[in-house]
């Protein structure tokens, strides 16, 4: 059994097996081996799997595309059987005391290499088959998820870091838990896992992934960040108790549906959850939500491989307003930039990219983007309570442009004939610090402000929050955060806005107490914390 630390991102325990992650364009890596005959052993076991998986392609292709076309599996099949083919790995192994995928990629690119530099068509041809095939093998091997496998078994993912992008495209189905090398609490990765509802621990370290192999067997725990690979039947033990504890916890946190958020001496807030696409509405609503106070709408642009049009976006939008059913629902303008790149939005790469072109600054200097996802917000209004809101405000003259580009986006629907409803509400977000600190002007301007403490953060306490090395110089209850978070919620009061927080922190129980008194009025986290939230809530006596 081995150990590692990092740090747990959300609570719950996984036990499941291990799918190693590649990045698309990551190399197989050379791995010194001592034990040449486990390496020899598992090159015969994924070959074993994919003479299996590639029957039952066959078997599919037959059916569906015929015998002729279906052919090419069972070349694939003998290929994989082939004499010459499997000496060559056997003998990298033993020759070089490596892993069995570097001598599967070595042998790929030999023998494509060979075929390639043949005069016959067809020999020239099956280049291509020899890496097919030598690519489910390393699949097998590093335990990777293949579109084909059909696998029913949910893996836990393994890898060095998970981008954004690389999080949303993930088949959520076959996912039991994250476990990442790099990465910090509140990158998005983290956010996305609690959204999800997956166990999560980042920042395990690069021994971790260099010793990690697919397919072992691991046990993580969320709460405390560890991982056992391979554990004893004591450890297994324990931790099967320990995963049901929780889930039994989460069964009783479940009584609490249909239960008011409100104090002990009656003062009530709202509590609503956080998204990122339609998948998590079933969430909100299995716990209760009382609205979703933060739908970050960039998640659309980041699963789409082009702009998003504004029906696609209108019908979105509509869907979540309607599921909602007249409950309301906050949708964040797009926030990309900094860690969440969009290819096809063709971003330079910047220095300092947290502190570069992203959130509204794209908006405001591309409205055409701008203006179609204000479209279809406003259209898709008339289907429920909207509120839209705007990221990274700094200044009022940037809030004075956002109100004319809206009232712009509406003059236009009106003269087209096009509805939308009155009662729009428009806020903004409070993450930065000019924001908190001008809020007394910003308020003025917008029906409500959301904080969000996770650029809020890093941006009052200059820690960059996709670093893992400054995390113990990032103290989230730092008394600069809660004085420009009260400062807001002052401000807010005084002129007529509401005041939520939508940032990890709104989750952090330890500090709830503290955001009553201040006077938030409401307080948005992932779906799975709402009812711990709530519980929280109303075990705190505001007279005391
Ligand atoms: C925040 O910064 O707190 C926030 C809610 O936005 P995001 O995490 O998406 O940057
Ligand atoms: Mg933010």
């Not at 290929?79 to 083919?85: A, E, G, K, R, T």
């Not at 067997?217 to 039947?233: A, S």
């Not at 609205?291 to 939008?317: A, H, K, M, V």
């Amino acid at each position: 059994m081995r150990k590692y630390t990092g740090k747990g991102v959300y609570g719950a325990i996984a036990i499941g097996r291990v799918s190693l992650f590649e990045k698309q364009d990551a190399a197989v890596k050379r791995i010194h081996i001592t034990d040449t005959d486990n390496e020899k052993k598992r090159f015969e076991e994924a070959k074993m799997s994919a003479i299996k998986q590639l029957q039952e392609v066959y078997d599919k292709a037959l059916k569906e595309v015929g015998e002729a076309n279906a052919a090419i599996f069972e070349i694939h099949q003998m290929m994989l059987d082939d004499d010459d083919y499997n000496d060559s790995v056997k003998n990298i192994i033993d020759s070089q005391n490596v892993n069995a995928e570097y001598a599967v990629a070595v042998t790929s690119d030999n023998f494509a290499a060979m075929f390639s530099a043949m005069d016959d068509e067809y020999m020239k041809a099956r280049a291509a088959d020899v890496r097919d095939i030598s690519n489910r093998l390393i699949n097998n091997l590093s335990g990777n998820v293949s579109a084909e496998t059909d696998s029913e078994e949910k893996l836990i993912i393994c890898a060095d870091d998970l981008a954004p992008s690389e999080t949303v495209s993930l088949d959520k189905e076959k996912v039991l838990a994250f476990v990442t090398a790099q990465g910090s609490s509140n990158s998005h990765t983290a956010i996305l896992a609690r959204n999800m509802n997956i166990p999560a621990v980042i920042g395990v370290g690069a021994e971790f992934l260099t010793e990690i192999k697919g397919g072992e067997e691991v046990i993580v725990d969320g709460f405390t960040g560890e991982i056992f690979v391979n554990p004893d039947k004591e450890n297994l033990e324990k931790y099967r108790q320990k995963q049901a504890e929780d889930e039994e916890k989460k069964r009783l946190l479940q009584e609490l549906k249909g239960k008011d958020n409100v104090t002990l001496d009656g003062k009530k807030i709202n509590i609503y959850a956080n998204i990122g696409n339609l998948d998590n509405i079933g969430a909100v609503l299995m716990n209760d939500a009382g609205g979703i106070g933060l739908f970050r709408s960039e998640f659309i642009y980041l699963e789409n491989s082009d702009y998003p049009t504004e029906d696609q976006q209108f019908s979105i939008y509509k869907k979540v307003l309607e599921s909602m059913a007249g409950k309301k629902v906050v949708i964040r303008t797009l926030d990309i930039g900094a860690d969440k790149q969009v290819d096809y939005f063709n971003l330079k790469k910047e220095a300092n990219p947290a502190l570069g072109y992203r959130a509204i600054r794209i908006c405001l200097t591309r409205t055409d983007i701008f203006k179609t996802q204000l479209r279809a917000l406003y259209r898709a209004s008339v289907f429920g309570n909207l509120g839209i809101m705007f990221p990274m405000i700094t200044s009022v003259s940037e809030v004075k442009k956002i109100l004319e580009i809206c009232n712009e986006v509406k003059s236009e629907l009106k003269s087209e004939g096009m509805e939308f409803a009155k009662n729009v509400e428009l806020g903004i977000m409070i993450e930065t610090p000019a924001a908190a600190i001008i809020s007394d002007k910003l308020a003025q301007m917008v029906d409500f402000f959301s904080v969000g403490t996770n650029d809020l953060t890093q941006y009052t306490l200059a820690c960059d929050r996709q670093n893992p090395d400054i995390e113990q110089f990032v103290d989230t209850h730092h008394e600069a955060i809660l004085r420009l978070i009260e400062m807001s919620a002052e401000n807010a009061h005084r002129h007529g806005a509401w005041i939520g927080i939508c940032g990890e922190l709104a989750a952090d129980t330890t500090l709830t107490e503290t955001f009553l008194r201040m006077g938030i009025d409401e307080l948005s986290v992932s779906p799975a914390f709402v009812l711990k939230v709530r519980n929280a809530v109303r075990m705190i006596d505001l007279s005391k």
